[in-house]
């Protein structure tokens, strides 16, 4: 009988024997490279992060001591150790989350989340845990790669205030992020990993003087004494002792023995502490560790065997875009490139290999980054910020008084706009065009396909005096929705032909295709219907109120927050101009949404063509003052059946 199916609780873990537990970490293994390529998720860094799981569970006791994970989707180990071992719908509606979840287990704490923020999560339950007079630990589990935020460095600052509160925090250092980790934190911990360590040397010198008689044992004292310059000259590790934290390591993140062993001896100490793990991403898996871009951070479905991908789904957004830099870096000397530890999945890999003195990664530090940009921008250049739509709102203020107020050519690209879908609550990226709306004099660009994201973008990079964002989706990109005429500077996608039609319908972005569909919804139930794409959503189009006027009612449809939303600066901008014409804005409610399919989310916020046509058709019939329909007449989907 497979030992892992024996594990329904951490406490089953106590039973075990070393070697036992070597089976077991082989088996969870076995285990997450045939889960994982089923269904696509985390592999990497789960293979990696398996000696030490088990080694946490056994050596603290969840729930009552608290088991962080920084950002969460290194917790798949965990899952498996705390009695979820279905993976079968692995980030699908009504399965396992990705990463750590409350509403699935007692041993989930922080739900999945952005990184660098699980000490700050750390010192206010161990700052709990000493004023309730609580008996329980904590520790929390940071990579190397999340250690590159400033975040992280204010708790450690905090952390180490109190000396006598406990607190157990892990470095997984495997050297990554996504890619490898970069900056003068990843060069410290190269160094700790090569240097043999101060406790090591201590020992031995301390063997030695001790046998030497007479001046032996005052000469040990005398250098243990000294120990701060010591140590600073064996390692570089006196740099979290600064800080006030003792250090521990660095271990072997897949001896099991020496792990329980540091993490013991951590949570008998009564403060704080660090312990230093040293693990490699994607253990155990000849294709995740032969992939240098990112040891198989994330994947699809792919061929358990050979790690190959199932299907390709052809060009992607974040393709479109890196072709493109590509190409304005070939145009234009000032073009250069900004990643938060994000290269590859933003798509800058191209151009980082074509112009490697042109690429700066700043490592998980997005607020940093955008004021980096901005003494760029500064500085002559023309900086382009690609992140995911979700991170920049870490970033908020320095768009808005560093970038923004000083008036600097900066381009902000947010990739994985809008529903994403799988990966849950904490990675759509529904809220930019909320939050930005409010920031003076950015521009702000929701391409509708591929030709818009290349022609958007070199839009963006000619502007030299303000802020701008190209925003697009996940995913595949689909075919081109072709403009049939311009108003202003909104590309019209469907004309009405009438001349006093009833609804102006405006489609942000890659819900084009959808708004076309409406339309044509709507025109089978005798609703002539204008179809128009804004392209530059912020400022609204001068062009938007008049034509607005010429119908009788608007409708917006936004993958984004209706609170603040593209929706809203429309309603805003026609009052402004006076046009009294009733107005319906479709987006994504203010909650946060559970993890599915991006289809599946659209279809349970009713963001689908069905969906809207059977509003709109109401909304149409109130105006007409036509209360009293048919069901087939209400509903636009069963009257184009029929």
């Known amino acids: 009988m497979p030992l892992l199916t024996r594990i329904r609780g951490p406490r089953d873990l106590d039973r075990l024997s070393l070697e036992e537990l070597d089976q077991l970490a082989e088996e969870i293994r076995t285990f997450l490279v045939d889960a994982v390529s089923k269904t696509g998720g985390h592999l990497g860094p789960n293979l990696g992060v398996v000696e030490l799981t088990i080694a946490l569970h056994r050596v603290f006791h969840s729930p009552k001591d608290k088991v962080l994970w920084d950002t969460g989707h290194q917790s798949y180990?965990?899952?498996l150790l705390t009695g979820r071992q279905d993976f079968s719908r692995l980030k699908m509606k009504g399965g396992l989350s990705g990463y750590p979840s409350q509403a699935e287990s007692e041993h989930d704490v922080i739900e999945n989340s952005h990184a660098s923020t699980v000490l700050g999560?750390?010192?206010?339950?161990?700052?709990?845990?000493q004023l309730l007079k609580r008996d329980s630990h904590v520790a929390a589990v940071i990579g190397d790669g999340a250690l590159t935020g400033g975040m992280a460095w204010e708790a450690l600052n905090n952390i180490a205030d109190a000396k006598d509160r406990p607190l157990v925090i892990v470095v997984n250092d495997n050297e990554r992020s996504y890619a490898p980790t970069i900056g003068g934190l990843a060069n410290h911990l190269a160094t700790l990993r090569t240097t043999d360590g101060y406790e090591r040397f201590l020992a031995r010198t301390k063997d030695l003087l001790e046998r030497t008689p007479v001046v032996g044992r005052?000469?040990?004292?005398?250098?243990?004494g000294a120990k701060k310059g010591l140590k600073d000259f064996i390692t570089p590790q006196g740099m979290f002792e600064d800080l006030g934290l003792k250090y521990v390591g660095p271990i072997d993140g897949h001896d099991i023995e020496a792990l329980e062993s540091a993490l013991a001896r951590a949570k008998r100490f009564g403060g704080p502490v660090i312990v230093h793990c040293l693990t490699e991403k994607g253990r155990g898996y000849q294709p995740a560790l032969q992939d240098e871009a990112d040891r198989f951070h994330a994947?699809?479905?792919i061929h358990p065997d050979t790690g190959l991908p199932i299907s390709s789904s052809g060009a992607d957004w974040t393709s479109v875009f890196g072709d493109e830099m590509v190409r304005l870096g070939e145009e234009r000397d000032d073009i250069v490139a900004i990643t938060a530890a994000m290269l590859q999945p933003v798509g800058l890999d191209k151009f980082a290999k074509r112009f490697p003195e042109r690429v700066f990664?700043?490592?998980?530090?997005?607020q940093h980054g955008a004021v980096s940009a901005a003494g760029l921008a500064t500085g002559g250049l023309h900086p382009v910020f690609a992140v995911y739509a979700t991170f920049l709102n870490?970033?908020?203020?320095?768009?808005?008084?560093?970038v923004a107020l000083h008036k600097c050519g900066v381009t902000f690209v947010l990739d994985r706009a809008g529903i994403t879908g799988t990966d849950g609550a904490s990675h759509n990226g529904m809220w930019d065009m909320s939050i930005l709306q409010v920031v003076p004099g950015l521009r702000l660009a929701a391409p509708r396909d591929a030709d818009q994201v290349r022609a958007q973008l070199r839009e963006a990079v000619q502007v030299k005096d303000a802020p701008t964002v190209v925003r697009f989706s996940k995913g595949a990109v689909g075919p081109a929705v072709p403009a049939v005429g311009r108003v202003g500077g909104m590309d019209v996608l469907r004309e009405p032909g009438t001349d006093r039609p009833d609804v102006l319908l405006v489609s942000v972005g890659a819900l084009a295709p959808m708004c076309l569909e409406v339309a044509a919804l709507l025109d089978r139930q005798g609703i002539s219907t204008t179809v128009v794409d804004p392209r530059w959503v912020k400022p609204v189009d001068e062009a938007m109120a008049p034509l607005a006027e010429r119908h009788r009612v608007v409708v917006t449809v936004e993958d984004n927050s209706r609170v603040g939303g593209v929706g809203s600066a429309i309603a805003q901008a026609l009052r402004d101009a006076g046009v009294d014409v009733p107005l319906r804005d479709f987006g994504i409610p203010p909650r946060f949404l559970d993890h599915a399919s991006r289809a599946e989310v659209l279809a349970e916020i009713g963001l689908t063509a069905p969906d809207i046509a059977r509003q709109v058709t109401g909304l149409v019939a109130k105006l007409d003052g036509r209360y009293e329909r048919t069901a087939a007449d209400a509903d636009p989907v069963e009257a184009a059946r029929d």
């Open 77 to 79: 180990v965990h899952k």
């Open 121 to 129: 999560w750390a010192d206010g339950l161990a700052k709990a845990n």
């Open 218 to 224: 005052p000469l040990y004292d005398t250098l243990h």
């Open 299 to 301: 994947v699809g479905k």
């Open 361 to 366: 990664d700043v490592g998980i530090a997005e």
């Open 394 to 402: 870490r970033a908020f203020d320095q768009v808005l008084m560093d």
